[in-house]
């Protein structure tokens, strides 16, 4: 079964930087696409960004084109969400999430506070 962990959220000051981890255990995710989403509060859950494990292919919502960054490790199993240029906006709770290809987001980690001070 896949397990997904979040790490890396806090408080940051506008402006600032923060990268969250996403360590991932439980299979090999060769057919698997890794994304981020985010919640805030009094708002749906939103799509951030999204990488497919094998070739690398990335994905961005508009609000996180030009800020932030998606990769992913494979010898760590580990997905990075590097956010730059951090704005109030971006404040919530950042998820890790996991498809197969063709499928849906189906597996979800607990979620990391993101507060960006303005």
């Known amino acids: 079964q896949v397990q997904l962990v979040e790490s890396g959220g806090g408080l940051v000051q506008a402006g600032g930087s923060l990268r969250l981890s996403c360590a991932a255990s439980?299979?090999?995710?060769?057919?698997?696409?890794m994304g981020w989403f985010r919640q805030a509060p009094g708002k749906e859950r939103e799509f951030v960004a999204a990488?497919?494990?094998?070739?690398?292919?990335?994905s961005y919502a508009d609000s996180a084109k030009g800020r932030f960054t998606i990769s992913r490790d494979k010898a760590k199993n580990t997905v990075y969400l590097q956010m730059n240029s951090l704005k109030f906006e971006d404040t919530a709770v950042y998820y890790c999430?996991?498809?197969?290809?063709?499928?849906?987001?189906?597996?979800w980690g607990q979620g990391t506070q993101v507060t960006v001070s303005s």
């Open positions: 999430a996991a498809r197969v290809l063709g499928g849906s987001f189906g597996t």
């Open positions: 439980g299979r090999t995710f060769s057919s698997y696409v």
């Open positions: 990488i497919s494990w094998t070739g690398g292919t990335t």
